[in-house]
């Protein structure tokens, strides 16, 4: 009792600092840094300010230019831009097509049950890059007819390596042993391949997208001769009535493209590749 009522009567202890001095906060933490930007301004402004001002005077000089009959027919009428949208046309529905055969087809031959055929798969694949592009639609030409169709399966057998092959490898480069541990805390064979198998191997995939894409816009050239269109038929008409501003728009038009299109492959690579995998 009297030892409680010691205790009561005992002045507070005073804290552990010195009287009078008071307590110093901490500094507060730095703020987390911004991220940087994926693009830049240069990467957003110059090589289609470059295409654009090529593209422009290229027109200005053919506008200018002392032109026949011959090659005023071969332009007039919108046939530049008819010509110009045939190409764009095949192109992205040439790209559609690989993109729904070999991401799929990719993903089925890195699983258990279907991983052995994948060399095989591969090879035949192969195959059709390694004919000759024009051979290849020749060959089509002559199963299945003239016509744009022709022309979409023939860029389409000829552009579906990239995407099959860096499918397959970009899935076969992930550790086993991340798969193991998303199957390890309960997710499921899908739930592991869209949330942690694709997206790391979303880098090596859009690679092979931006290859193929550039690879049927050189492609979508030939389909002249399989009567797809394009802007094959201004250079085969330039090199075939020796009408020179001809042959240069309908070149310069497609180098236009190609470059203008692996740009927005390039800024579409960027943006979908995780954070974390973006190469320095």
Known sequence: ????LAADQAPDRAPDRAP?????????????PRPRPRIGW?????????????AAATWIWIANADLDSIAENALAGGTVQLRLWQHVRLTAISTFWVLLIAIPLGIALT??????ASPAVTAIANIGQA??????LA?????????????????????????????????????????????????SAAGTLLKVELPLAVPLIL??????????????????????????????SGIQTQRMPVLVLGSVLTVALALLVDWLASLAELVLTPRGLEAE
């Open 1 to 4: 009792m009297s030892e409680d």
């Open 20 to 32: 009078g001095r008071a307590v110093e906060e901490p500094p507060p933490p730095p703020p987390a």
């Open 42 to 54: 240069q990467r957003l402004t110059l090589l289609p300010g470059v295409v654009v001002l090529v």
């Open 111 to 116: 699983r258990r049950g279907l991983s052995k």
């Open 131 to 136: 004919t000759p592009a024009i051979g290849l």
């Open 139 to 187: 060959l089509l030409v002559i199963w299945l007819g003239i016509g744009p169709s022709t022309a979409v399966t023939g860029m389409v057998i000829y552009a579906v390596l990239p995407v099959l092959a860096n499918t397959v490898a970009g899935l076969k480069a992930i550790d086993p042993q991340l798969v193991e541990a998303a199957r390890g805390i309960g997710m």
């Open 207 to 236: 690679a092979g997208v931006r290859t193929a894409l550039v690879l049927n816009v050189g492609t979508a050239t030939l389909a002249t001769f399989g009567g797809g269109g394009g802007l094959g038929d201004l250079i085969t």
